[in-house]
């Protein structure tokens, strides 16, 4: 193997000792088994149909874009990471990748990523899948998320845009539809990464980075998050009421929105002194359950109306 220099740590050269469980784990597989399941659900949310055997390509490509995101992102962060106790143990940080292994993976998975998507699919979704991966790894990882408290709000686009890459991937156009599927993503990010960052608060000011509490306070913060949460609720309504789901949709989403709502209430009657932050974890830990089921609920009622369609015809 050759040998190369760590910028984490520049002053030891080292061989390259890494397995394929972490060049896995440079792919941020959480983050990217979320990626894949909302951009399903916008595949089969779509009005058309795709060839099966297409469809398992094309989510194949949007994990592997997904996963590219992820590891230019470790390969760029890997300074900042290496202070957070959250990411320490990364495969850059903890030096088990090196710099230069994570950058030469991230881009090429990115380009296979791209040009499969455009080749085998259509060239629509695979400008989206490029885009999603550039605002990602350069607009978000390189500027918003070092210089601005609103990194996560501008940020978040990237990780909205998997449902349209879904179903332009079906349809080779988008719709209103798939936006308001990118809407619901896009107001869930603020609350659930402040959430986060209320009760890591410390890590991001050790790193220097300007996450909302560090820099607004966490009263602030407190609010901005019950504020996305009011405009979360109906957003995640918004498909029943526009008449793309049934009404078995309409009240998992509602029920989902009001109990995040509650979470977001409890944060913001959090006391400055709460250095325990119960409310802020357990809204990040609802967050999550929230995305998850709103959109298998998606997914439900759009296969049980496939399939009543179908019988119908």
Same mark, same amino acid.
């Given at each position: 193997?050759?040998?190369?220099?760590?910028?984490?740590?520049?002053?030891?050269?080292?061989?390259?000792?890494?397995?394929?469980?972490?060049?896995?784990?440079?792919?941020?597989?959480?983050?990217?088994?979320?990626?894949?399941?909302?951009?399903?659900?916008?595949?089969?949310?779509?009005?058309?149909?795709?060839?099966?055997?297409?469809?398992?390509?094309?989510?194949?490509? =949007?994990? &592997? @874009?997904?996963? *590219?995101?992820?590891?230019?992102? !470790?390969?760029?962060? /890997?300074?900042?990471?290496?202070?957070? #106790?959250?990411?320490?143990?990364?495969?850059?940080?903890?030096?088990?990748?090196?710099?230069?292994?994570?950058?030469?993976?991230?881009?090429?998975?990115?380009?296979?990523?791209?040009?499969?998507?455009?080749?085998?699919?259509?060239?629509?979704?695979?400008?989206?899948?490029?885009?999603?991966?550039?605002?990602?790894?350069?607009?978000?990882?390189?500027?918003?998320?070092?210089?601005?408290?609103?990194? =996560?709000? &501008? @940020?978040?686009? *990237?990780?909205?845009?998997?449902? !349209?890459?879904?179903? /332009?991937?079906?349809?080779?156009?988008? #719709?209103?539809?798939?936006?308001?599927?990118?809407?619901?993503?896009?107001?869930?990010?603020?609350?659930?990464?402040?959430?986060?960052?209320?009760?890591?608060?410390?890590?991001?000011?050790?790193?220097?980075?300007?996450?909302?509490?560090?820099?607004?306070?966490?009263?602030?913060?407190?609010?901005?998050?019950?504020?996305?949460?009011?405009?979360?609720?109906?957003?995640?309504?918004?498909?029943?009421?526009?008449?793309?789901?049934?009404?078995?949709?309409?009240?998992?989403?509602?029920?989902?929105?009001?109990?995040?709502?509650?979470?977001?209430?409890?944060?913001?009657?959090?006391?400055?002194?709460?250095?325990?932050?119960?409310?802020?974890?357990?809204?990040?830990?609802?967050?999550?359950?929230?995305?998850?089921?709103?959109?298998?609920?998606?997914?439900?009622?759009?296969?049980?109306?496939?399939?009543?369609?179908?019988?119908?015809?």
């Amino acid at each position: 193997m050759a040998i190369v220099k760590n910028s984490v740590d520049d002053q030891a050269f080292r061989m390259s000792e890494a397995t394929a469980g972490d060049f896995f784990a440079l792919l941020k597989p959480r983050v990217m088994s979320l990626v894949v399941f909302t951009g399903f659900v916008g595949m089969v949310a779509a009005p058309d149909t795709i060839n099966p055997f297409l469809a398992i390509i094309a989510i194949l490509a =949007i994990a &592997i @874009g997904a996963g *590219a995101s992820g590891a230019l992102n !470790m390969w760029y962060d /890997a300074d900042i990471d290496a202070i957070m #106790s959250r990411t320490v143990n990364r495969p850059v940080p903890s030096g088990k990748v090196t710099p230069h292994e994570a950058l030469t993976f991230g881009l090429v998975l990115s380009v296979l990523s791209v040009m499969t998507l455009g080749v085998l699919i259509n060239w629509l979704s695979a400008a989206l899948l490029a885009f999603t991966i550039f605002f990602y790894a350069v607009v978000y990882t390189m500027w918003l998320k070092r210089w601005t408290p609103q990194n =996560i709000v &501008i @940020g978040g686009a *990237a990780g909205a845009l998997p449902p !349209m890459i879904g179903w /332009a991937a079906v349809t080779g156009s988008l #719709s209103i539809e798939s936006l308001v599927l990118f809407m619901i993503t896009f107001l869930w990010t603020p609350p659930h990464f402040w959430a986060l960052a209320l009760f890591k608060s410390q890590d991001y000011e050790r790193a220097g980075i300007p996450m909302m509490p560090n820099v607004k306070g966490e009263a602030s913060t407190r609010r901005q998050i019950f504020a996305y949460s009011l405009l979360l609720a109906p957003v995640g309504v918004l498909p029943w009421i526009l008449g793309y789901t049934t009404v078995g949709y309409g009240i998992v989403s509602l029920a989902l929105g009001i109990g995040f709502v509650w979470y977001a209430w409890k944060v913001l009657q959090m006391p400055d002194s709460d250095r325990v932050m119960k409310p802020a974890k357990q809204l990040f830990a609802y967050s999550l359950l929230y995305l998850f089921v709103i959109f298998a609920a998606y997914l439900a009622d759009s296969v049980v109306e496939r399939v009543f369609a179908l019988g119908g015809a």
